[in-house]
């Protein structure tokens, strides 16, 4: 079972990348947004930022959604803004793993302008980027590459993360 979380601020470009990665690997594409409430969708609409407690029933939906996956070895792909390193601990279990979407404010700010029918207001932006606590423990891709350019980059990174994890359990075995 493997829940790749594509996580970054709004304007990063998690929903067109996950869903090209999910197509890339055969797994199923889980849009994060979805699983806010309904309230959270009008502050975030209206341009008011999240609060903590807001997030929390969020984060919980999310866990559930990867528990439900991992109870039938499902694969996937999920976005989540996971701005905070308390949101990715919230999300952290056995097989699920962080893609960091990391893109300047430049690039976001015009991806968000060109955007149509979309619950985030863009007047958000600069309070996502001082909420971001930038991830340490995940894949990190620069996203202001073309969307082909990051999904190529983000699959060579997981390959490359497979290939080491192999060797080490190799040599894990053949020292036993």
């Known amino acids: ?7 970054g601020v709004s304007g990063s470009g998690k929903t067109t990348i996950g869903q090209a990665l999910a ?15 309904r309230a959270n969708r009008e502050k975030m609409h209206a341009g008011l930022p999240l609060l903590e407690a807001d997030r929390q029933p969020w984060l919980e939906a999310l866990r559930s959604r990867i528990q439900k996956l991992q109870a039938r070895k499902g694969n996937a792909v999920l976005t989540a803004s996971a701005l905070r ?19 300047s404010e430049d690039v ?22 001082a909420t971001l606590e930038e991830p ?25 993360i497979a290939t080491a994890e192999a060797r080490a359990h190799r040599r894990a075995v053949s020292k036993a």
Request: hydrophobic fraction near 50%; charge should be negative; proline fraction near 3%.
């Open 1 to 7: 079972m493997t829940v790749l979380v594509i996580l």
């Open 23 to 37: 197509r890339r690997l055969n797994f199923e594409f889980i849009e994060g947004d979805e699983f806010h409430s």
């Open 85 to 103: 390193q308390s949101s990715r601990n919230a999300l952290t279990m056995p097989g699920v793993k962080f893609i960091y979407l990391q893109v």
């Open 108 to 129: 976001a700010r015009e991806r968000l302008i060109a955007r149509r029918k979309h619950l985030f207001n863009p007047a958000l932006l600069e309070s996502q980027f």
């Open 136 to 160: 340490r423990d995940a894949v990190v891709v620069d996203a202001d590459m073309p969307d082909l350019d990051v999904t190529q980059e983000i699959v060579r990174a997981l390959s490359a």
